[in-house]
């Protein structure tokens, strides 16, 4: 089929579904490998990311050593991404109506739910990020509102992000398009300036951690900025893909989805990390401000950009997560609602000292639960389905849906793989410090002991389902 033809693009307007959970129609399915390279670049372009860079330098490692673990954490956790991206292009289905499948119709709920909390939950850190940088700006200018003047510019930054987000994909796609490039070449001016005019430690050793203690650092680090990083994007993969046409080749997306995501979290990672070791704060409008001085204003003013890129994901993904759970309500509404708890969360965090601890706890958290939901519907598409799924059984009214209400064994490998990551890992937060961790002398392998635990264990108890599964999906579906 030519996506690209006028009547397809016509069709492609006319067609309201994306604020819907429907199928996305292979005749409105006109985003190009270019679009989803700058949705998922956008959504990257962010001061959180120079931020997570910095959070390694401040928990004591090298320069050396936050690099590498940024870039091999997040080779392995986007390689992955991309996978959840092709399940959108196949199936033309948001990612946790796909969850349908594997979990069943109402067995859904668990994930969707928690990602609906997570989306939120990012929605308001990226909005802090954001406050803390314009504060810092007036700060460069003289202003001083104190708390009063932060709460004021959340109200303002989320309503932009909420309106966006509201007018549904082609707003969002839109928005990163004519943005993203510009704010590249701002990045780009700001990356040369701070690596040819500040005096950057290239050579930093950290807090001289050796042995033992040096990677207990990197494991947790790993978790927080490297791998957990990537898989972070797991669950909303395929809520952007599925606008992408089959007719493109497989590869052509995965590169460009990949390589969207790749290219900003490690350049911003290793400026944040660089601009620490003159610093040594993991306060991001601080760190800025300190290493660019005046220069901070214009840059301040462009890099806020990324935040808002980020946030119009989370609070569409929210919506769609919420229709999801079978509420009853207008997707725009839901991102108006997703936008008042958002607001409500940032403004507890505005009162948080300890940003690094509340950081790292944060993605720690985030990766108990979705390294074993990302292995199930792997398995699940991948290997039990095929990636043949019977698209209208996903659609099918709760009490009466052909996939069943829950699907136990797909359940019970998301819980047995949550239990699992919990007691592999080791945290900031000592509520996030399991026994097996710290049998393994305080080293970090949540993410690849939730994985496998849930991926085995679901292999194992869906494997009868495999073996039918030919009488339950027709082909092509």
């Given amino acids: 089929m030519a996506v690209t033809t006028p009547s397809s693009e016509s069709d492609a307007h006319s067609w309201g579904g994306e604020h819907s959970l429907e199928q996305v129609p292979e005749q409105a399915r006109v985003s190009t490998a270019a679009h989803q390279f700058w949705i998922w670049a956008g959504a990257n372009i962010a001061p959180i990311n120079w931020v997570l860079g910095a959070l390694g330098v401040v928990l004591g490692l090298s320069l050396t050593d936050v690099i590498l673990v940024l870039v091999l954490g997040n080779l392995i956790g986007m390689a992955v991404f991309g996978f959840f991206v092709l399940m959108g292009q196949r199936t033309g289905v948001t990612q946790m109506v796909l969850s349908r499948s594997a979990f069943g119709r109402r067995g859904a709920y668990l994930p969707t739910a928690i990602q609906f909390c997570i989306a939120t939950g990012w929605c308001a850190i990226n909005t802090w990020i954001v406050l803390d940088l314009v504060t810092s700006l007036f700060g460069e200018l003289g202003i001083d509102g104190g708390t009063g003047l932060k709460i004021a510019v959340v109200l303002v930054i989320m309503l932009l992000q909420v309106l966006i987000a509201a007018y549904g994909f082609r707003a969002i796609a839109t928005f990163e398009k004519w943005t993203v490039p510009v704010t590249l070449v701002v990045l780009l001016v700001m990356t040369i300036v701070a690596w040819t005019q500040i005096d950057i430690d290239w050579g930093f050793a950290g807090a001289g951690l050796h042995g033992a203690d040096r ?84 840059v301040l003013l462009l ?11 989370n609070i569409y993904s929210a919506s769609v997560c919420a229709l999801t759970l079978d509420i009853k309500v207008d997707r725009k509404i839901v991102a108006y609602v997703v936008g008042v708890f958002a607001t409500a969360f940032t403004v507890w965090l505005v009162f948080q000292n300890d940003f690094a601890s509340s950081l790292d706890g944060w993605l720690a958290s985030m990766v108990t639960w979705v390294a074993p939901w990302g292995a199930v519907m792997l398995v699940h598409f991948y290997w039990i389905a095929r990636q043949r799924i019977d698209i209208p059984a996903l659609y099918d009214e709760p009490g009466r849906s052909r996939l069943g209400d829950y699907r136990w064994d797909a359940i019970a490998a998301f819980l047995v793989g949550i239990v699992a990551t919990w007691f592999f890992e080791f945290g900031i937060p000592t509520a996030l410090q399991g026994p097996g961790a710290k049998m393994l002398g305080n080293v970090d392998l949540s993410w690849l002991a939730g994985a496998l635990a849930a991926g085995v264990v679901y292999a194992v108890a869906g494997s009868r389902r495999r073996a039918t599964w030919d009488l339950q999906a027709p082909v092509g579906r």
């Fill in 215 to 298: 990677l207990s650092a990197m494991s947790t680090v790993m978790t927080a900025i490297g791998v957990g990083w990537g898989i972070s994007w797991f669950a909303y993969a395929s809520d952007y893909s599925r606008f992408v046409p089959r007719s493109m080749p497989a590869g052509k997306l995965y590169r460009a989805s990949v390589f969207g995501q790749f290219l900003p979290v490690i350049w911003l990672g290793v400026l944040g990390a660089t601009l620490a070791t003159v610093s040594g704060d993991v306060d991001p409008g601080q760190l800025i401000v300190n290493s660019f001085g005046g220069l901070a204003i214009p």
């Fill in 303 to 313: 890099v806020i950009h990324g935040p808002i890129a980020t946030n119009i994901l």
